[in-house]
């Protein structure tokens, strides 16, 4: 549970970190998109703009022309060619306004050129900035990619290590569970040794009645029954402690359960007289001494595997 929950904090904090560099590269694609539809309104009036500015020049240039051509007339030839006042004021009107035209014509001219400039200054400017807003796109997708990487390599790892953990503790629950059969298993052996041993009698002393010839009675001595012992077959304990611990007398089992060379468990290594509290702290012919005496009284069967 600790490693799920150390793996949970992992993801989470990629999580966030690609998150954050998703946010980024939106923000920068929303950039670029901006600068790039600023250079696209930018590019039209530009467009605009310079015909209008050539339209503006050809004008002035035809005025310029036209004037080179003709001169106009100062106000004294126009005074001298009008016939009346009243012609001489219409001719003076006249020329004003062709004047106000020429100035309107080179104002037009002069306001193009430098809207020209302005508008190429920042288009120059917006396509330097587009370049650097698509390098900074690039680079957060890069970032994206390899946050997303680093992510799904953390969870295939995780995913390995759970399967791992989660086999082991399968085969440790299936140990638990052996062991729990095993020792309900001895602790039935157990039972059944007890109530095959009972409690130790004697038969009552025989009792020869009295003979009708003789004048001496006789009695018989009294006997007695000896309990039923087995003795182990040459070899058997030998083979049984190569079964259980290879011969060693101080091995323990990985459970802790089982001790010595024949594999006793302190319940029964004390139910047999065993000296001390630990069978595999005891001396090999102590060892050899109580297998005997077990075996004496319930053959191979308290070792169901390797008594066979």
């Not at 219409?90 to 309107?104: E, I, K, L, W």
């Not at 130790?200 to 029954?225: L, Q």
Request: proline letters at 5%.
């Amino acid at each position: 549970m600790e490693a799920v929950r150390h793996l949970e904090v992992e993801i989470a904090g990629y999580d966030a970190r690609y998150a954050q560099a998703s946010q980024a590269y939106e923000a920068a694609r929303t950039r670029l998109a901006e600068v790039r539809e600023r250079i696209a309104t930018n590019t039209v009036q530009l467009k605009v703009t310079e015909r209008k500015y050539v339209r503006s020049q050809a004008v002035l240039a035809d005025r310029v022309s036209a004037m080179y051509r003709q001169p106009q007339p100062s106000q004294v030839e126009v005074l001298l060619r009008s016939g009346s006042f009243s012609d001489f004021v219409s001719g003076a009107s006249f020329m004003q306004r062709v004047r106000r035209q020429d100035s309107d014509v080179v104002t037009t001219a002069r306001e193009n050129r430098d809207a020209i400039k302005r508008q190429r200054t920042q288009l120059i400017a917006d396509q330097k900035e587009a370049k650097e807003q698509s390098a900074e796109t690039h680079r957060q997708v890069a970032e994206v990619n390899a946050v997303r990487i680093q992510r799904h390599q953390v969870l295939n790892s995780a995913r390995a290590r759970l399967t791992t953990m989660i086999a082991v503790e399968q085969r440790r629950q299936a140990d638990a569970a052996r062991l729990a059969a095993l020792r309900s298993a001895e602790q039935r052996i157990s039972r059944r040794a007890r109530d095959d041993r009972g409690p130790s009698t004697s038969r009552s002393p025989a009792i020869v009645p009295v003979s009708t010839t003789t004048t001496t009675p006789s009695t018989s001595t009294p006997t007695t029954t000896p309990a039923a012992t087995t003795t182990p077959p040459n070899g058997a304990l030998s083979a049984i402690a190569q079964c259980e611990s290879g011969g060693n007398a101080t091995a323990v089992s990985p459970s802790g359960l089982y001790r010595g060379k024949y594999q006793f468990d302190p319940g029964t290594w004390s139910s047999l007289g065993g000296q001390g509290s630990d069978p595999a702290a005891a001396s090999e012919a102590e060892q050899d001494r109580v297998a005997a005496l077990l075996y004496s009284q319930q053959g191979a069967s308290p070792w169901p595997v390797c008594g066979r």
